[in-house]
């Protein structure tokens, strides 16, 4: 059973080839629970799974979080695999479409893989996009209460939930205490991704994560996307942003539309072999 294992700024996923793996029809909540834990298993913030058929991109692709729910896009998961399949020779050209339940988007390979562009596809503050409870408005300056603080926050989709705080100063722990609160809060019956965001200058922000699904992460590349669109959209940055997160920095740029073009690095970590007695092991 056949593993490939890469990281983008400290968020890392493990790809797994549908055709290295005749017998399953898709990764079980189980399985993919042990192969990303960090003790019993090989380790990761999730699963990648494919390439897959696909009618409307040249791949498929399905993205699994560690709790073993499924992710409808992930900006480094979609960097993360067009690298595989890159480095694979799946891919004949350095451009390429690949679907996700999120969405269609566009991957660009440069530096032969050091480097790779993906075009995310458009942000939306759209409380019926999200979805986020409510009549139908964009949800932006409304406030949110989690354990014993009311936060002001605005929400957003690039095909997959978030909620952005704007606040003057971040911290790891502000993540940690009130991300799983927020995550599961519920003014988002899907759940959400949650951003703490600091603009640092009309070019610059910071954001610290919790993820749906997968808790505190180092780097992700549709929360930068999100979060960099709500400053904008808020006039608090121009359309040329770099996102600083604790693994890292992602570039974006956001068009008039709120389109977004992200750019960021991949590094591989491993490839092996997942051997059955992993599977032994309930989590």
């Known amino acids: 059973m056949r593993f490939f294992k890469y990281h983008a700024l400290g968020n890392d996923y493990i790809v797994l080839n549908p055709a290295d793996f005749p017998s399953w029809t898709e990764p079980s909540v189980e399985q993919i629970r042990v192969i990303c834990h960090r003790n019993f298993g090989v380790g990761s913030d999730g699963i990648l799974w494919g390439p897959l058929p696909s009618t409307q991109a040249r791949f498929g692709l399905r993205i699994f979080n560690p709790d073993g729910s499924e992710a409808e896009k992930s900006g480094n998961g979609l960097r993360i695999f067009s690298r595989y399949l890159w480095d694979a020779k799946l891919a004949d050209s350095p451009v390429f479409t690949i679907e996700t339940p999120g969405g269609v988007v566009e991957s660009e390979i440069k530096d032969n893989g050091a480097l790779i562009t993906v075009e995310m596809g458009r942000v939306s503050f759209t409380s019926s996009k999200i979805p986020h409870i409510g009549p139908e408005r964009e949800v932006l300056n409304e406030s949110i209460t989690a354990l014993d603080r009311t936060f002001n926050y605005c929400s957003?989709?690039?095909?997959?939930?978030?909620?952005?705080?704007?606040?003057?100063?971040?911290?790891?722990?502000?993540?940690?205490?009130?991300?799983?609160?927020?995550?599961?809060?519920?003014?988002?019956?899907?759940?959400?991704?949650?951003?703490?965001?600091?603009?640092?200058?009309?070019?610059?922000?910071?954001?610290?994560?919790?993820?749906?699904?997968?808790?505190?992460?180092?780097?992700?590349?549709?929360?930068?996307?999100?979060?960099?669109?709500?400053?904008?959209?808020?006039?608090?940055?121009?359309?040329?942003?770099?996102?600083?997160?604790?693994?890292?920095?992602?570039?974006?740029?956001?068009?008039?539309?709120?389109?977004?073009?992200?750019?960021?690095?991949?590094?591989?970590?491993?490839?092996?072999?997942?051997?059955?007695?992993?599977?032994?092991?309930?989590?």
């Not at 009309?202 to 549709?222: F, K, P, Q, V």
């Not at 979060?227 to 570039?251: E, F, K, Q, S, W």
């Open 156 to 283: 957003a989709t690039i095909g997959n939930p978030h909620c952005v705080l704007p606040l003057t100063e971040i911290t790891a722990e502000l993540a940690h205490r009130y991300g799983p609160h927020l995550e599961t809060h519920p003014n988002f019956p899907r759940k959400t991704n949650v951003q703490f965001l600091q603009v640092l200058d009309r070019a610059n922000i910071r954001i610290e994560i919790w993820e749906r699904g997968a808790g505190y992460t180092l780097a992700s590349g549709s929360s930068s996307s999100a979060a960099a669109a709500v400053a904008r959209r808020l006039g608090l940055v121009d359309a040329n942003v770099t996102v600083h997160m604790p693994g890292g920095r992602i570039g974006i740029r956001i068009a008039d539309d709120y389109a977004i073009r992200m750019t960021g690095t991949v590094n591989q970590v491993a490839d092996g072999l997942m051997r059955p007695e992993l599977f032994l092991v309930k989590v």
